[in-house]
């Protein structure tokens, strides 16, 4: 049986090969460290996407330890980034999964693409085998076939679909959702939402008011998770920051790791904002999904590959 360090590893490899690649002859271990392998080092983390302040962290973390004589090999280099990258991804728990009773909302927004549907149903999916009562909810009325999406995953998991026609007002869908998820006790109901790009007024305004439609009818939990394409590197963070202003976030999804170098936007963006990451997604099945550990995620991007 696959452990969760081997979802991570698999998931994360591009990340780590590349990476290791980069350094690799840098920190012999024969020779004295210096500028140039530090420049190197730092090139290689800016590489990833784990961006300037994170990569500058790291890299002067090793220099120090390098100076001090506490680290001495190429080894030692990879525990050192290993450990500075997991304290910066350290977030408390995983809110979603908290174990309160009543119902929770979760709310996925982001970007067009990004893999929203695609997360509802994996999270509907991890859910049910935690043995939860979930529901979805379309709240992409834009396309057609988005609401088509949604119940292909309503039906892969077996969890009930609120859906209703196409340009239909998504705050509505929402509404009727979320009594249609009181009435059945359930614990969870998933909302998804169309891609949508911050510089479209109308689309940020309907965001806003599934928000606000959601918390007039609901004061229990209520999570608005960002789902962020894993592939695109550092432009996550402006996605991040625009998404904040129209609906304070509440936690990030990472999801397509599975396809890019830029594994590094996990922790700039942890480090850049104060959200938690709550699942990565490192393939398109349905458990593919992650409950984020930072523990196995440093282990899994720093992993040390050869060749
Ligand atoms: N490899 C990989 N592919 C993924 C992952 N998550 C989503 N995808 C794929 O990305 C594509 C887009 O996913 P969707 O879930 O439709 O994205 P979306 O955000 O709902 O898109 P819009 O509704 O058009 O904004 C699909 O082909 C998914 O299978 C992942 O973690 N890994
Ligand atoms: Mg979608």
Redesign the pocket.
Known sequence: MKTLINFFQKGLRKTAVSFSRKITGCFSGVKEWGETDYEALEAALIGADFGVPVSLRISDKIKNEYKLGKIKTEDDLFLVAKKEVADILKHPDNGILQTKAGLKVVLLV???????????GKIAHLLKNKNKKVMLAAG?TF?AA?VE?LKLWGERTGVHVVSSKSGADPASVAFDAVNAAKARDCDYLII?T??RQHNKKTLMDELSKIVRTVEKIHTGSFERII?V??SIGGNALSQVKEFSNICALTGVVC?????SYKGGMVVAIRNEFQLPILF?????GEN??IEFSQELFAEAVFEKIQG
Not at 255 to 259: E, P, S, V
């Open positions: 982001g970007v067009n693409g990004s893999g929203k549907t695609t997360t509802a992409d396309r988005a999406q998804d169309a891609g789902v394409d894993g999801t397509k790791l599975d396809g990565v997604g490192l393939g398109e593919d999904l």
